[in-house]
């Protein structure tokens, strides 16, 4: 078995040495003075959503916030009210605008009072995925868990992973910088390779060149506080005797503070905290946090969405796999081994990159009351009178992603569905014997619809008495894999063989059932 990439999760972060978990009450300790500005904010914002004049809706991290201005102008602000964007940089008739909207097809769009159009964030491809929000930098930007960013007001498209990234290799170079070019006086002084630099000038490079970087890392945080990967970082920080992010480069005790106030020529001047001596400790003892906490953020490959407990990623293709709190780390293993080792057998015909931003949800048996305010699971399907069909309903696939139970990962019975059965909501108990059978299955309709196959299957299937085609197909690739195994009828023979190289059968002992 390859390795696996890490779970990204609320409690937990664990890395491709499976890091010591940490708790995240400690991360709470720390940071319980922002639970208020927390409780405010009001992005992102999901499609059929109308913006209220006046309105300011906060970013994640409370420090911008988006305003639709009684003069039509929509405009991006920081908390102390300095504006970062503004409406009219892009379009000049920002005063006839009466109504912006989030629209369900993930666009956001601006009109007169009357409902005319006057100006889109998109002409084409849009994704109803979509979600408007503010990145740490205070750009608006239209994302999709899917898609990546679609639309951004300062051009750069990148994603907060990407973005993520690059910053973290540039604060390490300039972290670098800062601790090579250190001294202490009058003990041993560092000096650089060419000689000592004045603090001042070494300083003065890293704030021009780096500074902003290592910020953004602090942003970021800020902005996911409270979520996956923050317990971890924050006891990498603390431990090196910075109690809070946000102040770690630019506040009260970061770098910035230190560094930009220690004289170039020490000793010649004292600062009230620090003299020549404590405050270079300080710095070096700061950069050797800092640098444990960039390794843990520079390790993340996914962040959960809305909701969601966990995040784990296929490295080709990209696919997400989210994970529900009551989701075992074994079974998103096993499901991301799976489907790294059927997608790796596509023959050349059915390239796996059109799997790339594909996205699994993965629940385990949480009762339908949990799951409808889990989205997208609560609205996947709909009954007959317009209302969800409820615990009897464990999984299925979209073109865009699919459902799966870890309830149904290598056991025998449905809880749930027995549970409905028991209480008159479903016709029959539900004892089937499973090992990987649904992972599987619902990944034979994903292939259905990212490769258009539906026409082939039909003629294909064409007894579809007991089973319709379109169940038939991921019966197929499922006995192919060995969940069961069974002989397939010569033509699903030669389609399943033509998508796929090889076959394999996966065993129940790389599964471990989550303990409840």
């Known amino acids: 078995m390859p390795k696996i990439r890490r779970r990204v999760g609320v409690k937990t972060i664990v890395n491709k040495n499976r890091m010591k978990h940490s708790s995240i009450f400690m991360f709470l300790i720390f940071m319980g003075c922002f639970v208020m500005a927390q409780a405010q904010k009001a992005l992102p914002l999901s499609g059929g959503t109308t913006l209220v004049k006046g309105k300011k809706y906060y970013s994640k991290s409370g420090d911008h916030y988006l305003l639709f201005q009684t003069d039509g102008n929509l405009v991006v602000n920081t908390s102390s009210n300095k504006r970062v964007w503004g409406l009219d940089k892009v379009f000049s008739n920002y005063r006839n605008a009466g109504r912006i909207e989030m629209q369900t097809d993930g666009n956001l769009v601006v009109k007169t009072a009357s409902g005319d159009f006057l100006w889109s964030a998109l002409t084409q491809n849009a994704d109803s995925r979509a979600q408007l929000t503010l990145n740490p930098r205070g750009a608006l930007q239209l994302a999709s868990s899917g898609s990546g960013v679609l639309w951004s007001s300062d051009g750069d498209l990148t994603t907060e992973i990407d973005q993520l990234h690059a910053d973290c290799k540039s604060c390490v170079t300039g972290l670098q ?5 250190m001294y202490r006086y009058p003990e ?3 000096t650089a390779p060419t000689g000592r630099r004045a603090w001042k000038d070494v300083y003065q490079e890293f704030s021009q060149k780096h500074l902003s970087s290592c910020n953004y890392i602090g942003a970021f945080i800020k902005a996911h506080r409270g979520e996956a990967l923050l317990s971890d970082v924050e006891q990498a920080i603390v431990g090196s005797g910075v ?6 480069f630019t506040g009260r005790v970061g770098i910035t503070l230190q560094g930009g106030n220690i004289n170039g020529y020490c000793p010649g001047a004292h600062l009230s905290q620090f003299n020549c001596v404590e405050a270079p400790k300080r710095i070096e003892s700061s950069i050797a946090g800092a640098k444990k906490a960039i390794d843990l953020l520079n390790s993340i490959e996914c962040l959960p969405d809305d909701g969601w407990a966990y995040c784990q990623m296929l490295e080709s293709p990209k696919i997400k796999i989210m994970g529900s709190r009551a989701v075992s ?3 998103m293993d096993a499901v991301e081994y ?12 059915y390239p796996k990159n059109k799997f790339d931003g594909y996205i699994i949800y993965l629940t385990n048996g949480e009762p339908w009351s949990e799951l409808v305010k889990l989205k997208p699971i609560g609205t996947m399907w709909l009954d007959d009178k317009g209302g969800n069909e409820g615990d009897e309903l464990r999984g299925g696939t979209t073109p865009d992603y699919l459902w799966i139970s870890e309830q149904m990962i290598c056991k025998k019975g449905v809880q749930t569905r027995n549970a409905a059965f028991a209480a008159g909501k479903r016709a029959n108990r539900d004892d089937t014997e499973r090992t990987f059978d649904q992972v599987i299955h619902e990944f034979g309709h994903a292939i259905d619809y990212k490769y258009d196959l539906r026409s082939r299957i039909m003629s294909t299937y064409t007894d579809s008495k007991a089973n319709p085609a379109v169940e038939q197909f991921p019966w197929s690739i499922q006995n ?12 699903a023979q030669k389609l399943v063989s033509e998508i796929f190289s090889s076959s394999r059968t996966f065993s129940c002992d790389m599964y471990k059932p989550a303990k409840k």
């Open 177 to 181: 910088l800062l601790s090579a070019n």
């Open 188 to 190: 041993k002084p560092q």
């Open 243 to 248: 109690k809070e992010w946000e102040n770690y």
């Open 329 to 331: 780390k074994s079974a």
């Open 338 to 349: 799976i489907y790294t080792e059927m997608t790796k057998r596509f023959s050349s015909k």
């Open 480 to 491: 192919w894999f060995g969940a069961p195994g069974s002989k397939l009828s010569d033509s």
